[in-house]
T-cell receptor, first 116, second 116 residues
Framework: NAGVTQTPKFRVLKTGQSMTLLCAQDMNHEYMYWYRQDPGMGLRLIHYSVGEGTTAKGEVPDGYNVSRLKKQNFLLGLESAAPSQTSVYFC???????????????FGPGTRLTVL | AQTVTQSQPEMSVQEAETVTLSCTYDTSESNYYLFWYKQPPSRQMILVIRQEAYKQQNATENRFSVNFQKAAKSFSLKISDSQLGDTAMYFCAFMNPQGGSEKLVFGKGTKLTVNP
């Protein structure tokens, strides 16, 4: 199993350009998440999905859109990139909790995005 | 909204010694989960230890243990016999199982350096 993979690993954009980050998981997880990590800020939730075809906003959703057309994929889009979106982006996934047990969130390796 | 506070931006410890990282959180919920994640220079997020709030017994994983004080809303991580490979960012995280999204709220992190 590859676990959670992210494409690309690095990207440099110019202000105003658009791009899509792809997250894929092969663990048949229902829940998927996009976080951004900035120095001194920890990880902050951008958007998340609790199932195929559903998405919801997290803590910092402005400037981003997401789609979950297939259960195994979660796409994060930047329509018009801004320097404030320079960050490391992490995708994570987990399966639905059963009873009182908690299922670990598995993280991808991250994507470093620089917007000039 | 829940918040997680890590008051120590940076810490250092000598190899083989013990170090404690602090974490406090704010919630009105009675049932929740707490986690410590490790992020080494490779950037990969690694789950170190987890604690269910309804369990009074402190969780332990080999050299890692927690001191969970529910009334004080405190969740510290103790690393015993520190090793060079423990050098990393450490993030405390909170999860409220109500609502069904299982999203994590992270603290800003503590950078731990283990010195030889």
């Amino acid at each position: 199993n590859a676990g959670v993979t992210q494409t690309p690993k690095f990207r440099v954009l110019k202000t105003g350009q658009s791009m899509t980050l792809l997250c894929a998981q092969d663990m048949n997880h229902e829940y998927m998440y996009w976080y951004r990590q900035d120095p001194g800020m920890g990880l902050r939730l951008i958007h998340y999905s609790v199932g195929e075809g559903t998405t919801a906003k997290g803590e910092v959703p402005d400037g981003y859109n997401v789609s979950r057309l297939k259960k195994q994929n979660f796409l994060l889009g930047l329509e018009s990139a801004a320097p404030s979106q320079t960050s490391v982006y992490f995708c994570a996934s987990t399966t639905r909790r059963s009873g009182s047990s908690y299922n670990e969130q598995f993280f991808g390796p991250g994507t470093r995005l620089t917007v000039l | 909204a829940q918040t997680v506070t890590q008051s120590q931006p940076e810490m250092s410890v000598q190899e083989a010694e013990t170090v404690t990282l602090s974490c406090t959180y704010d919630t009105s919920e009675s049932n929740y989960y707490l986690f410590w994640y490790k992020q080494p220079p490779s950037r990969q997020m690694i789950l170190v230890i987890r604690q269910e709030a309804y369990k009074q017994q402190n969780a332990t994983e080999n050299r890692f243990s927690v001191n969970f004080q529910k009334a004080a809303k405190s969740f510290s991580l103790k690393i015993s016999d520190s090793q060079l490979g423990d050098t990393a960012m450490y993030f405390c995280a909170f999860m409220n199982p109500q609502g069904g999204s299982e999203k994590l709220v992270f603290g800003k992190g503590t950078k731990l350096t283990v010195n030889p």
